[in-house]
Structures are given as C-alpha cells and as structure tokens.
C-alpha cells in the first residue's frame, strides 16, 4: 500500500481500558485522520464514554467509536468495564474480562475490514486475531521509552546496572521496581509469542520525542530488535468547539482570580487512590506551602459506604481543613479538566504522579512539575523529569513515607523560590520547543508505518 494508491486507509485502534491509554490512541487517531486516514476506536462503552464528547462533529466522520462488549464476570458490571475508578481489587478480573472478548473483537475485525491494525501492549493477543485475517498489526505503547527500555534491559541483562545514573529505583522503592519487572515479564512472556508472526509491522510506535529520550528510544530499538518510532507528545489539548461544562466554568472563573503562576494542580491520575497516610501530608502539605492551590481527590466506583459525595471528601480530608485553607484552595472530587488547568496562566506548578501522559502535558504547557510517584512507571519518569531538568522530586523518608514538611518545602522552591528559577525556565523553554514541532512528527510516523508496510 501507499498513500496515493489507497485513498482512504482503514485502521482499527484497540487501547487498554484505562483514560491514559485511549486519550492518547485518540491525538494520534486525530492526527492520523489529517493523512487520510479512517479510524475505528474500538473499546468498551464505558471506556469509550470518556472520550465522546472529544469527537467533536467535524472528527465524527472519519473516527468512529466502535464498542467492545466483554462478557460481564460476577461483580464487574459493565459500567466497571473501565480502570478509570476501578476499585483496585478489580484490576484482575477485569483484565480476565478483556483477554475472554477474543472472538468478539475478531466478529469486529471481520465486519470493519481494516487495512491494519493498531495495538497496545497490554493485548498482545490482538495481532494473532488480526494475523489470521490477513490484516498487519503494530504495536502503539503510551508509556514512556525511558521506563519501558529499563524493563528491557533488565529482561536482557538482568546482572547489569541500566546504563544511566539517575534512571534508577531509590533503596525504598525495591518492591515497586519487583512489581514492575514481575509485570513487564509477564506481558513479555505473551508478547514473545507474538513477535515473530507474519503480518507484524517491524516497528513499534511509541509516546515521547526524541529530544529527551533520544537516547532511550535507540536503547530500546537495539534491545528489542524492532525500530521504535516517537509519535510525539500526543498531547490532549483543549479543543475549542468541545462542549464546556458547569464545572470547568466554575474552575477557569476561580483561577482567573487568581494571580499569574501562583497556583499549584495537584492530581494522582486516572487510576490511582491516595493511601490515607499520603493524603493527609498531602493535605497538611499544601496548607504550609501557603500557596493557592486545586486538588482533584478520587475514590474508587462504588466505595464510598452510602456517604454522599460532599461528606465522603470531608470525612476524608483532615478536619477543618477546607475551612483552614478557605479561598486559597479548591478541592474536587473524582475528576478535573486537567488539560484546561495546566494551560490557565494562574497555574505555575503540578504536584504530579508522573503519569507520563501528566509528563507530556505539564511540559507542552509548560508548568513545572513536583513529582510525588506513586507506583509502576511512575518513579522512573520522575527521575527522568528531574534529568531533563522540568521538575523536582519529593523524595520519601527511609521508610517510604511522604512527609508534609518536605512536599511544603518543594512545592515553593519550584513555584516562586529562588532555587526553583531553573526548572521554571526549563519548562517555559519546552513548552516553546514543543509548539514549534507539533506537526512533524505525523509525517515521519506516517512514512515508517508505510515503509514498513510495504516489507511485509
Ligand atoms: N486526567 C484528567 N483529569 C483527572 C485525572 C486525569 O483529565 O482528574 C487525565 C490527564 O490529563 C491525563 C490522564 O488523565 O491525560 C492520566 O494519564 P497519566 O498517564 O498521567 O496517568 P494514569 O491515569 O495513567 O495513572
């Protein structure tokens, strides 16, 4: 195939259930549909919810939204069929959930006819169905080169230190770099299954840029033996025909009070639930830094024992807090338009879990970025934020927890100390490296993906 021999290319997408995953599938569906490309973004419902109203009438033409019905197991109701506020617990079974909708996702194959196929690391059994339908597949992975080539690595060479000295997991965080590795292997256990059929395209497409993680990504490319190519920072921006809502109005009014930079966003991400410890410093935290600050405080689907949404959040925070912070400080619950926050101007810092797409968007608004990392990937893109130089961590205490004084101590040196003026101008200079590359990404991605195609 070429681009002038097939007028419009079909492909299907098929993201991991989770918002972090299907934001990105769909920037790079969007950016794709200006190269004369047709989408189909296939997930299920509950998944795909998050993202409908993004599909703004001019997209709806060439995206659509394809629904994945997955068998519903005993105390999963499809309304969980999601990891946006899925109750930890539940992570399993709705995994087992997914890996049982094989031939349900083929039925979708053989109806839409695609020309190929566009796949997350998490379902590595999807290019197996599309391989037997003759139809190419490759691989698109959200998470960041960095961390996914220090798995690699330790898959290979698994005696070596990774060949970067701020790239490491701390002494406290043993556990989580075995939690880490123990899932990478899995998955690369079923993804070896895969890698040699027929139909898969030699590259594997992947979220970043290569001005940070150039070097990462030539690691990666070596360790895997496929070419890894960055599709760019893919990053949600605030489109201006999307339908507003009540809560961003109020939202964007509150910060407009406020003054230039002088509010920090504080958000943990789509899946992750605050342990009580770490939201109390938390909380304490932002009351001592004295700085403005929104806070989006979650709590899994179904877990909130009868309480209403107002008195679940004021039995959980410490008490007298929101009187204590008053008009300084705005607490959410469950969800904010995180997009639309970063770009405010009051905005001048993220305490952040270092999600990577939370990464991404802090540097294309170019907020810095005071990295709390939760788990997974998470610790290692901190360190790579503090080594590309757009942020600072709160380092934990030697027994791994977070405290109040030390979160105060960064969120102010970042936002108006004077240590923090370094970062500050870091993250001002990559917001503007960033806008003046948008677009060139597609293109070389485009012409891969074909060169590509056509060795097959
Ligand atoms: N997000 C949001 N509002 C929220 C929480 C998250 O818009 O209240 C978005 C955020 O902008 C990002 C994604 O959800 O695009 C979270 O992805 P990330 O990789 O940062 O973290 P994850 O959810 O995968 O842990």
Request: glycine fraction near 6%.
């Amino acid at each position: 195939a070429t681009r002038n021999e097939t007028p419009i290319i079909k492909v299907v997408m098929f993201p991991w259930l989770g918002y972090g995953h299907i934001t990105p599938y769909l920037e790079l569906a969007k950016k794709l549909t200006t190269r004369n490309f047709k989408i189909y973004l296939c997930s299920t419902i509950a998944t795909l919810t998050c993202i409908e109203e993004k599909i703004t009438p001019k997209l709806s033409h060439s995206i659509k939204l394809v629904p994945l019905l997955l068998p519903v197991l005993p105390g999963l109701p499809r309304k969980l069929h999601t990891t946006n506020g899925l109750p930890p617990h539940l992570m399993p079974k709705l995994k087992e959930a997914l890996d049982s909708s094989v031939d349900e996702f083929s039925n979708i194959l053989a109806d839409i006819k695609p020309d190929l196929l566009i796949y997350d690391f998490l379902q590595p059994w999807a290019p197996l169905v599309a391989n037997e339908q003759n139809i190419p597949a490759v691989q698109f992975i959200t998470s960041s080169s960095t961390m996914t080539c220090f798995m690699f690595h330790y898959f290979k060479n698994p005696e070596t230190e990774f060949p970067s000295k701020t790239i490491r997991f701390r002494d406290y965080e043993s556990d989580k770099m075995e939690k880490l590795l123990a899932c990478g292997r899995n998955l690369e256990e079923r993804t070896k299954a895969v890698v040699g059929f027929e139909r898969s395209l030699k590259i594997v497409l992947i979220k970043g840029f290569r001005d940070i993680e150039g070097e990462y990504i030539d690691y990666l490319t070596e360790l895997v033996g496929k070419k890894f190519v960055p599709v760019g920072p893919l990053v949600q921006e605030p489109t201006p025909d999307e339908k507003g809502d009540e809560i961003s109005d109020e939202i964007l009014s509150w910060l407009d009070k406020k003054e230039e930079k002088s509010t920090v966003f504080v958000s943990f991400g789509s899946e992750y639930f605050l342990t009580k410890g770490d939201l109390d410093e938390i909380a304490y935290g932002l009351e001592m830094s004295k700085l403005n600050f929104i806070w989006v405080v979650r709590f899994p689907k179904g877990g909130s024992n009868g309480l209403s949404n107002g008195l679940l959040l004021e039995k959980t925070l410490p008490r007298g807090f929101l009187d204590r912070v008053g008009e300084r400080g705005m607490v959410l619950q469950g969800w904010a338009p995180q997009a639309k926050i970063l770009e405010h101007p009051s905005v001048g810092g993220f305490v952040s879990h270092c999600g990577w797409n939370s990464v991404l968007e802090s540097m294309n608004f170019g907020v810095p970025i005071i990295a709390v990392p939760m788990h997974l990937d998470q610790p290692i893109n901190a360190r790579l934020v503090e080594e590309v130089g757009v942020g600072v961590e709160v380092v934990r205490d030697e027994k791994n927890r977070l405290r109040k004084e030390k979160l105060a101590a960064v969120i102010n040196e970042v936002v108006v100390g004077d240590g923090g003026e370094f970062v500050r101008k870091r993250a001002a200079e990559m917001k503007e490296n960033l806008r003046t590359k948008k677009d060139q990404e597609i293109d070389d991605v485009v012409e891969q993906l074909f060169a590509s195609w056509n060795r097959l």
